[in-house]
């Protein structure tokens, strides 16, 4: 006997196990299938192990969209609120990190157990190491083929995420389902990522691997980040690079500001008249870490003299070198280290209200693997939780 089902989801990450309960307590028949061994495989890893689960200061304009509007409607219809409240429901105790990020004060898996739990509420059935060779339209929904034997499904939910991570058991699936149904895919790549550095610059700044600083970086859109950079012996990361590398494109520059806060000539002309034969790099070493003063200086931003040898217009040049130093990434660490995709399912193919396909009744796009891609900091996760609720209540 064919094996039939209200909704199946493809995907048991946030999007998908969050949409599946949903959808289960409003009484509908679920079945997600998932191709890893353990359901939120992403979750468990995120917010170092606590999971960030949501911010905040949600809104639309932290993500990024080829259609910046789309993901208004369902972040409207479920808050970060909503989710906080169903975190204090369950009994999980949270705090903020910073910047309106709210992470677990347990562990990730906490938020793992909420999904479970409510999925177990809604009666879903979960099952895991599930392959589905091919997806069919027919007269009842869609027709899917497994090794264990075919399923049919009134509505098929895509919430297989996106590319970052394969190790995490990310695949094309979503991309591969919507091109078989003519729905466009817009161009992907790594989001959320660390820059690789050419080699010239890697070698002069390896010494200063470990060190974080803060700054504000500007892509060449003039968009601007004010946070933490860190130096790795493969380039640069920390939340600001983090952040900037989601709008930045191959080949272009991004500029530092080394003194995101201090008023640095105010600082320099005070500076020279208490010690006015200090040298320049002990006096920058008070605000930034010695070690990147001495990099400074062997490339050529900072010279070697005394504040009283330093005159007004090699100041103002220095200001300007420190506070736009201008670095041109190699390129990024790519999928492997990613935390997102941008890019994927065009929302001009969707419902914003409903996350279903335009062109093809019955099948929904939710998450990731649609093109809403947000900042660092549990806005990712929000776009999960929203994206499935609004599918789910149009199941
Ligand atoms: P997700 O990737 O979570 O789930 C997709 C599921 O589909 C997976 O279980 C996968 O196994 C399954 N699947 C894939 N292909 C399949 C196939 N062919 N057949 C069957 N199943 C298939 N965000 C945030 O807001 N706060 C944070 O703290 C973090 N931290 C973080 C850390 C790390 C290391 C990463 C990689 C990412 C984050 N993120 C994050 C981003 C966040 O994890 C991400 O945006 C969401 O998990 C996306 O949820 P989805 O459910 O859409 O995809």
């Given at each position: 006997?064919?094996?039939?089902?209200?909704?199946?989801?493809?995907?048991?990450?946030?999007?998908?196990?969050?949409?599946?309960?949903?959808?289960?307590?409003?009484?509908?028949?679920?079945?997600?299938?998932?191709?890893?061994?353990?359901?939120?495989?992403?979750?468990?890893?995120?917010?170092?192990?606590?999971?960030?689960?949501?911010?905040?200061?949600?809104?639309?304009?932290?993500?990024?969209?080829?259609?910046?509007?789309?993901?208004?409607?369902?972040?409207?219809?479920?808050?970060?609120?909503?989710?906080?409240?169903?975190?204090?429901?369950?009994?999980?105790?949270?705090?903020?990190?910073?910047?309106?990020?709210?992470?677990?004060?347990?562990?990730?898996?906490?938020?793992?157990?909420?999904?479970?739990?409510?999925?177990?509420?809604?009666?879903?059935?979960?099952?895991?190491?599930?392959?589905?060779?091919?997806?069919?339209?027919?007269?009842?929904?869609?027709?899917?083929?497994?090794?264990?034997?075919?399923?049919?499904?009134?509505?098929?939910?895509?919430?297989?995420?996106?590319?970052?991570?394969?190790?995490?058991?990310?695949?094309?699936?979503?991309?591969?389902?919507?091109?078989?149904?003519?729905?466009?895919?817009?161009?992907?790549?790594?989001?959320?990522?660390?820059?690789?550095?050419?080699?010239?610059?890697?070698?002069?700044?390896?010494?200063?691997?470990?060190?974080?600083?803060?700054?504000?970086?500007?892509?060449?859109?003039?968009?601007?980040?004010?946070?933490?950079?860190?130096?790795?012996?493969?380039?640069?990361?920390?939340?600001?690079?983090?952040?900037?590398?989601?709008?930045?494109?191959?080949?272009?520059?991004?500029?530092?500001?080394?003194?995101?806060?201090?008023?640095?000539?105010?600082?320099?002309?005070?500076?020279r008249l208490e010690h006015p034969n200090q040298s320049l790099k002990n006096s920058l070493a008070r605000?930034?870490?010695?070690?990147?003063?001495?990099?400074?200086?062997?490339?050529?931003?900072?010279?070697?003299?005394?504040?009283?040898?330093?005159?007004?217009?090699?100041?103002?040049?220095?200001?300007?070198?420190?506070?736009?130093?201008?670095?041109?990434?190699?390129?990024?660490?790519?999928?492997?280290?990613?935390?997102?995709?941008?890019?994927?399912?065009?929302?001009?193919?969707?419902?914003?209200?409903?996350?279903?396909?335009?062109?093809?009744?019955?099948?929904?796009?939710?998450?990731?693997?649609?093109?809403?891609?947000?900042?660092?900091?549990?806005?990712?996760?929000?776009?999960?939780?929203?994206?499935?609720?609004?599918?789910?209540?149009?199941?």
């Amino acid at each position: 006997m064919l094996e039939q089902k209200d909704v199946v989801i493809i995907g048991a990450g946030a999007a998908g196990l969050f949409c599946a309960a949903q959808a289960g307590q409003l009484g509908l028949e679920v079945l997600v299938l998932d191709n890893g061994k353990k359901p939120g495989r992403k979750i468990l890893m995120s917010g170092g192990g606590r999971c960030n689960f949501t911010n905040m200061y949600t809104d639309h304009g932290a993500y990024l969209s080829d259609n910046p509007h789309f993901c208004k409607s369902a972040l409207a219809r479920y808050t970060q609120w909503d989710f906080i409240d169903l975190v204090s429901r369950h009994g999980i105790d949270y705090h903020e990190k910073t910047l309106g990020q709210l992470f677990c004060d347990n562990s990730a898996q906490d938020i793992i157990d909420l999904l479970l739990k409510e999925c177990e509420q809604g009666g879903v059935e979960l099952r895991m190491r599930s392959e589905v060779l091919s997806v069919e339209p027919n007269e009842r929904g869609f027709l899917l083929q497994l090794p264990a034997g075919d399923i049919q499904a009134k509505s098929l939910v895509i919430a297989s995420g996106g590319l970052s991570m394969p190790g995490l058991g990310a695949t094309p699936f979503g991309y591969k389902i919507a091109q078989q149904f003519g729905i466009k895919v817009l161009p992907t790549r790594a989001g959320l990522v660390p820059f690789t550095l050419h080699k010239p610059l890697l070698e002069m700044l390896n010494v200063l691997s470990g060190i974080a600083t803060p700054i504000t970086v500007t892509a060449n859109n003039g968009t601007s980040f004010k946070e933490s950079l860190l130096f790795t012996h493969r380039g640069l990361s920390g939340p600001a690079i983090l952040q900037i590398s989601s709008y930045w494109q191959a080949g272009e520059t991004i500029a530092i500001n080394l003194f995101p806060e201090l008023d640095i000539d105010g600082f320099l002309n005070s500076e020279r008249l208490e010690h006015p034969n200090q040298s320049l790099k002990n006096s920058l070493a008070r605000h930034l870490p010695k070690r990147l003063v001495e990099c400074l200086q062997t490339l050529n931003i900072v010279s070697d003299v005394t504040l009283k040898q330093l005159s007004i217009p090699q100041q103002q040049r220095l200001i300007e070198e420190l506070q736009n130093w201008q670095i041109q990434p190699n390129g990024t660490e790519g999928y492997r280290t990613a935390e997102v995709t941008l890019g994927g399912i065009d929302t001009k193919a969707l419902s914003s209200k409903t996350m279903e396909s335009n062109q093809v009744p019955g099948l929904y796009f939710i998450g990731e693997v649609v093109d809403v891609t947000g900042w660092l900091g549990g806005y990712n996760f929000q776009w999960a939780w929203s994206s499935a609720w609004a599918c789910a209540q149009a199941l």
